[in-house]
């Protein structure tokens, strides 16, 4: 995915559209991700016992991750992303590649 865990993103289409906020839970295998304060849904729940009462709760549901575009951390702007490989050494001096995201408005590194 584009996008994950910690991001802060914008929505850009669906009932939130233009809200903004930080993904709390990503699933990459459903390409979902759940955005704090991002398709809350109002839910009526009985009360069972004393301790966990009656009422209506307020519950995040995962949103697709197509529906958002990374906000970049550097220029503030809702951005693509280009993936890039870097070449780093891991512990034992062997180089690595590795994948990190480039903002396309920016050109800064993301990871
Ligand atoms: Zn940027």
């Given at each position: 995915?584009?996008v994950?865990?910690k991001?802060t993103v914008i929505v850009i289409?669906g009932?939130d559209?233009?809200?903004k906020?930080?993904?709390s839970?990503?699933?990459?295998?459903?390409?979902?991700v759940m955005?704090?304060?991002?398709n809350?849904v109002?839910?009526?729940?009985?009360?069972r016992?004393?301790?966990?009462?009656g009422?209506i709760?307020?519950?995040?549901?995962?949103i697709?991750?197509?529906n958002v575009?990374l906000?970049?951390?550097?220029?503030?702007?809702?951005t693509?992303?280009?993936?890039?490989?870097?070449?780093?050494?891991n512990?034992?001096?062997k180089?690595?590649?590795?994948?990190v995201?480039?903002c396309?408005?920016?050109?800064?590194?993301i990871d």
């Amino acid at each position: 995915m584009h996008v994950k865990t910690k991001d802060t993103v914008i929505v850009i289409s669906g009932k939130d559209k233009g809200k903004k906020g930080k993904i709390s839970a990503s699933f990459p295998k459903l390409n979902r991700v759940m955005v704090e304060g991002v398709n809350v849904v109002t839910k009526h729940q009985k009360a069972r016992n004393a301790m966990t009462p009656g009422g209506i709760i307020h519950k995040e549901m995962p949103i697709d991750a197509s529906n958002v575009m990374l906000v970049c951390p550097k220029c503030g702007k809702a951005t693509r992303v280009a993936h890039k490989v870097d070449k780093t050494q891991n512990d034992s001096g062997k180089s690595v590649r590795t994948m990190v995201r480039v903002c396309k408005k920016c050109g800064a590194e993301i990871d």
